[in-house]
């Protein structure tokens, strides 16, 4: 086993466990950019990653009455056909060829900006939204938007595995202002478990998981994760927030260059 994919995951953990940033957004741009992975297998095996470690955090919500299963069910009403037909897609296009691999690397980089989006302006959205109870969606509408939303975050994640993370609990905030913070992180990790299960199964048939990696990875990331959440409060969410956001959009940038 190669101990700097091991120390990726650890960090990537760590990261997580101190930020809540789904990991998406910075492991499939390291397996790229510095280990040389492919793109459709970075993002099939992180999406194999992704689907362990949100079961685990599910678990974990549910005991705590955390998670509003009444939303997760209309975001995966919308995620799960598209996962499918995405997974489709990349079969029918060719999810190894060189033109799909630079497709995926730009949406990659797309969805790793629209993290940084979130993580920069989650908190004033949110208060323009409580300052604009008009404008918010009700009843059968923002059912329709849930289920857009869900869609929208299937095909996202199914081409770049990004978006279940800070995207999603983004558009949760927007629509569900009044969710508590466990609540639509709760939420967010459980819709995420059967999105990424069923989006890492078509990548599996697409054979673009590298299951060495995956078991790798996850040796690094357990602990990680575990530290990081332990250190959590004690470090400025700010400061953090604001390193993640700098590194992403560098990423960003170097996916696209």
């Known amino acids: 086993m190669d101990l700097s994919f091991i120390v990726s995951g650890f960090v990537v953990g760590a990261l997580v466990g101190l930020t809540g940033v789904g990991g998406g957004s910075l492991m499939t741009p390291i397996l790229t950019l510095m280990f040389g992975v492919s793109p459709s297998v970075a993002v099939g095996t992180d999406l194999a990653f992704a689907s362990v470690t949100k079961s685990a955090g599910t678990f974990t919500h549910r005991l705590r009455g955390t998670v509003r299963w009444d939303i997760v069910r209309l975001l995966c009403y919308g995620a799960l056909p598209a996962a499918l037909l995405s997974t489709y897609g990349l079969k029918h296009f060719g999810a190894l060829d060189k033109e799909i691999g630079h497709l ?8 790793v900006m629209l993290t940084v989006v979130a993580i920069l302006f989650r908190g004033k959205m949110l208060a323009w939204m409580l300052a604009h109870p008009e404008r918010q969606l009700q009843g059968r509408a923002l059912e329709i938007a849930t289920v857009v939303a869900g869609a929208t975050l299937g095909t ?22 009044r969710l508590s913070p466990a609540e639509v992180a709760g939420t967010d990790i459980a819709y995420a478990v059967p999105l990424t299960a069923i989006a890492a199964a078509g990548h599996w048939w697409l054979g673009s998981i590298d299951w060495m990696l995956l078991l790798t990875l996850l040796l690094g990331s357990v602990p990680g994760i575990t530290i990081g959440s332990w250190f959590a409060r004690s470090m400025p969410e700010r400061f953090l927030r604001g390193v993640l956001a700098t590194v992403l959009v560098s990423v960003a940038a170097k996916l696209v260059a």
Do not use: D, E, K
């Open 156 to 177: 996202l994640v199914t081409i770049s595995s990004i978006g279940a993370g800070a995207v999603g609990a983004t558009l949760l905030v927007l629509m569900y202002p």
């Open 104 to 111: 995926i690397r730009v949406c990659i980089a797309g969805s």
